[in-house]
């Protein structure tokens, strides 16, 4: 069983930046694709940013290209994602996925989710 914690969220106004952290633990020497996606009350969890095990590959979602960064310690299995210029529209539950490393995926695991506020 794989198990994700995030961390992180919290309330910022808008242009400020976060820094989200998740670590991933479960299967001994195993490395994962992840990422991250996000979830605003009533509507469906959707693709934020995702990197492949090696950090060779990154995917963004177009929303949040140029202001967000995804990296990862490959070693620790522990993914970031930087956040810059956040709108209130980023306003969400953010939520860290195995193993989506792009949109197209859909992911096996997520984590609790960590709520990230911004206001105008």
């Known amino acids: 069983q794989v198990k994700l914690v995030e961390s992180g969220g919290g309330s910022v106004k808008a242009g400020d930046s976060l820094r989200l952290s998740c670590v991933a633990s479960?299967?001994?020497?195993?490395?994962?694709?992840m990422g991250w996606f996000r979830q605003v009350p009533g509507n469906r969890r959707v693709f934020v940013a995702g990197i492949s095990w090696n950090g060779a590959n990154i995917d963004y979602a177009d929303s949040v290209k140029g202001r967000f960064i995804i990296s990862r310690d490959k070693e620790k299995n522990e993914v970031y994602l930087q956040m810059n210029s956040l709108q209130p529209e980023d306003t969400a539950v953010y939520y860290c996925?195995?193993?989506?490393?792009?949109?197209?995926?859909?992911?096996?695991?997520y984590g609790q989710g960590t709520l990230v506020s911004v206001s105008s």
């Open positions: 479960g299967r001994a020497g195993s490395r994962y694709n």
């Open positions: 996925q195995i193993p989506c490393a792009d949109r197209r995926c859909d992911p096996t695991y």
